[in-house]
């Protein structure tokens, strides 16, 4: 679903889809404003937003990863490479310096929103 730009301005929060659509350990890809935002529900019912762009293969990819974890902290491996990220923190622990950037998120009414800056 994508918001329009003044919407994201407005509140803060974009929505981007009900709690109940997004399946434990998948991910889903949505727009907020011009940005790829994966976001990741986990068997816990926790719920992570990092950016889709997987920053060593140069592709949108993040939100088709592998979700798992990696010294008790959620993660997802890129598809392409496998590099494996923090949903935590957005570093990736294969190599600290690289990292995605993270969103905060949360559950209003049943639908997930993603903080917009």
């Known amino acids: ?53 997987d920053p060593f293969s140069g592709a949108q990819v993040l939100s088709r990863g592998i979700v798992g974890t990696r010294a008790g902290e959620p993660t997802v491996a890129s598809p392409m490479h496998k590099q494996v990220f923090s949903l935590a923190t957005g570093v990736c622990m ?15 009414h049943g639908t997930v929103e993603v903080g917009v800056g």
């Open 94 to 108: 294969d190599d600290p310096s690289a990292a995605v950037p993270t969103y905060p998120v949360r559950v209003a």
């Open 1 to 53: 679903m994508r918001i329009p730009r003044e919407d994201v301005r407005a509140t803060g929060w974009t929505p981007v889809c009900a709690y109940a659509d997004l399946l434990p350990e998948r991910g889903v890809c949505a727009l907020v404003g011009r940005s790829q935002i994966a976001l990741f529900r986990t068997f816990e019912g926790r719920l992570f937003a990092v950016g889709n762009h």
